[in-house]
């Protein structure tokens, strides 16, 4: 919690930058360039990412699909906008649109900073970490968030505040009104030096909302993860950039027994080197029962897998209660993009783990995960342009 503080204390007098990089990443909302009154900006994602998993804390599984995000701008001013499109989603193979988001928002711009009121959708990620938020999350429809979200950038701070509301609930409703506050911070002390801090709270509960004493689904969640790093870079150069990066990270949950632990920790050590369009880091990761819902699921302590599988006509319940406490992995990830045109990115990407720590807690009949290693591997393309109506 002291860290989630802290993030918050930090965005009052100072936006933030990529604290990790994907290939599925983009800051093509940032590069926008409007000079006509009505403009219509357009967005199209492409991707396959396929996980190539076996171990007992996440499934493995394919994502393969479309993206388009069409915007009309009003733009009032050089410092005042009004936008409105949609956000559509197809996966390939199946012949229905799965998702289809209205978009409204206001933006405000002026010097070092930026406003968006309503909806927005952050292809950066927030600039979180994997094991706080996952890359994947940009694939899905809930890149689309609701709320507000600030943005200051200078040449020594880069810093967001955002808040996303996630369900409106209505008088007597089954479900819980659930949002999320987050922050993520840069500050640079040196040409070679910054530190990084980041973090969000996530709440569900609601006073209109139907309840049963007693209830698991009735009760309150609110939980915390942050963290708080360093980037030095060990040289810079027209080859190539290399830098040593540490994040600390808390994790904390008090309200309910929904996560098997309340409180964890863990360290995420990683070099990460830069050349024009290759990228290439490599860590280590280890963690006491820690946690991030919204995290890469291959780095939490606790197993999510699906349960879809049947033992002797019977669901196989053998990771309903399995846990981790103590999760060790080396990890890796390469990624190459390149312009194929104007506007338009490609990109490859691989994803490595190779287990460390022994398996907890096993029925007899399973056996540990120790020493093993789950890949993924990702394509994508993006088109991103704004013309002049």
Same mark, same amino acid.
């Given at each position: ?107 405000? #711009? ?106 698991? #689904? ?172």
């Amino acid at each position: 919690m002291r860290i989630i503080l802290c993030c918050f204390i930090f965005n009052l007098f100072s936006s933030f930058v990529l604290a990790q990089k994907s290939v599925f990443y983009s800051l093509s909302d940032d590069k926008s360039e409007y000079s006509d009154n009505f403009d219509f900006e357009f967005t199209n994602l492409n991707f396959i990412k396929n996980n190539e998993y076996s171990n007992h804390i996440t499934d493995g599984y394919t994502l393969l699909g479309s993206q388009i995000q069409p915007m009309i701008t009003y733009n009032r001013n050089e410092n005042i906008r009004f936008k409105t499109g949609f956000m559509a989603i197809k996966y390939f193979g199946e012949d229905n649109i799965d998702v289809f988001i209205p978009l409204f928002s206001f933006h405000h #711009a002026s010097k070092n900073h930026s406003f968006i009121f309503g909806n927005f959708t952050p292809r950066n990620n927030h600039g979180m970490i994997e094991p706080v938020m996952g890359n994947e999350k940009v694939l899905s429809s809930t890149l689309v968030e609701t709320g507000f979200q600030y943005k200051y950038n200078s040449n020594f701070i880069v810093s967001e505040l955002w808040f996303n509301w996630e369900n409106y609930i209505r008088p007597h409703d089954n479900e819980r009104e659930r949002f999320t506050i987050g922050t993520s911070s840069e500050i640079k002390i040196s040409d070679r030096l910054s530190t990084s801090i980041q973090g969000y709270i996530y709440h569900e509960g609601g006073q209109i909302n139907k309840k049963i004493v007693g209830s698991l #689904a009735s009760s309150k969640l609110n939980y915390s993860v942050g963290a708080i790093g360093f980037k030095y870079k060990l040289f810079e150069s027209l080859k190539g950039d290399l830098s040593l990066n540490s994040y600390f990270m808390l994790y904390n949950n008090s309200e309910t027994s929904q996560f098997p632990f309340e409180n964890g920790n863990a360290d995420y050590l990683y070099l990460n080197y830069e050349h024009e369009r290759l990228h290439l880091f490599v860590g280590y990761y280890k963690s006491h029962k820690f946690i991030s819902p919204k995290g890469n699921e291959m780095f939490q302590s606790f197993s999510q897998k699906s349960n879809v599988h049947y033992l002797n006509g019977v669901p196989d319940g053998r990771f309903e209660e399995l846990t981790e406490p103590d999760r060790n992995l080396i990890f890796s990830r390469f990624f190459y993009e390149k312009y194929i045109d104007n506007n338009i990115k490609i990109g490859l990407q691989f994803e490595g783990y190779y287990q460390l720590n022994d398996s907890q807690e096993l029925p007899s009949f399973m056996k540990s995960k120790k020493g093993q290693f789950d890949s993924s591997f990702g394509i994508y393309m993006i088109f991103h342009d704004v013309f002049k109506l």
